[in-house]
T-cell receptor, first 107, second 125 residues
Framework: DIQMTQSPSSLSASVGDRVTITCRAS??????LNWYQQKPGKAPKLLMY???SLQSGVPSRFSGSGSGTDFTLTISSLQPEDFAAYYCQQSYSTPPTFGPGTKVDIK | EVQLVESGGGLVQPGGSLRLSCAAS????????MNWVRQAPGKGLEWVSYISSSGSNIYYADSVKGRFTISRDNAKNSLYLQMNSLRAEDTAVYYCAREGFFGSGSFPSDAFDIWGQGTVVTVSS
């Protein structure tokens, strides 16, 4: 199975801050990397697919980059509704695997 | 409205069984590939099982293989997860999720693009 890691595991930031979350795969996954946002008590929501494509309806302050084994999710200007947990997930091979998550909370 | 609604969760003793259901609406279920994903309390997301649109291809996580069975009824727009020999470590919120495909070509991207609200399974004596 492909192992996914994320850093940091948590971060504190202020509204307006630029935030970057890193995801690393244990082997090359090309661009088969997705990002999800999850708020407490809610289902995950797809933000990005194919490493850098924005899902319909997701604000443009979210962006993704990377290929191979190293990926990043960037929020250009953090908004109050962005405080949540973020998970990366590889769809390169079965089983699909998720990173352990990054919790973004208010500084 | 595009929607997935899970049901069937509850409290069950170790060794017991439960059957989860997921009702789909607002999209063409019969051509959609579907999954179950779970989340233990305070933990991350874990993929559980996959079923192709026709039901001919099925995969399971090693942690549930031989105990869980995924199935679907396209006439009823419904997905199921039969869970037997339940263990304490199966305690989680169980989500059904559609696998969406993006882009053209031989190798499109795929991701879990539609999620249900989840149903809680608690395995405890």
């Amino acid at each position: 199975d492909i192992q996914m890691t994320q850093s940091p595991s948590s971060l504190s930031a202020s509204v307006g801050d630029r935030v970057t979350i890193t995801c690393r795969a244990s082997q090359s996954i090309s661009s088969y990397l997705n990002w999800y946002q999850q708020k407490p008590g809610k289902a995950p929501k797809l933000l990005m697919y194919g490493a850098s494509s924005l899902q319909s309806g997701v604000p443009s302050r979210f962006s993704g980059s990377g290929s191979g084994t190293d990926f990043t999710l960037t929020i250009s200007s953090l908004q109050p509704e962005d405080f949540a947990a973020y998970y990366c997930q590889q769809s390169y091979s079965t089983p699909p695997t998720f990173g352990p998550g990054t919790k973004v909370d208010i500084k | 409205e595009v929607q997935l609604v899970e049901s069937g969760g509850g409290l069950v003793q170790p060794g017991g069984s439960l059957r989860l259901s997921c009702a789909a609406s607002g999209f063409t279920f019969s051509t959609s590939e579907m999954n179950w994903v779970r989340q233990a309390p305070g933990k991350g997301l874990e993929w559980v099982s996959y079923i192709s649109s026709s039901g001919s291809n099925i995969y399971y996580a090693d942690s549930v293989k031989g105990r869980f069975t995924i199935s679907r009824d396209n006439a009823k727009n419904s997905l199921y997860l039969q869970m037997n020999s339940l263990r304490a470590e199966d305690t989680a919120v169980y989500y059904c999720a559609r696998e969406g495909f993006f882009g053209s070509g031989s190798f499109p991207s795929d991701a879990f693009d539609i999620w249900g609200q989840g149903t809680v399974v608690t395995v405890s004596s």
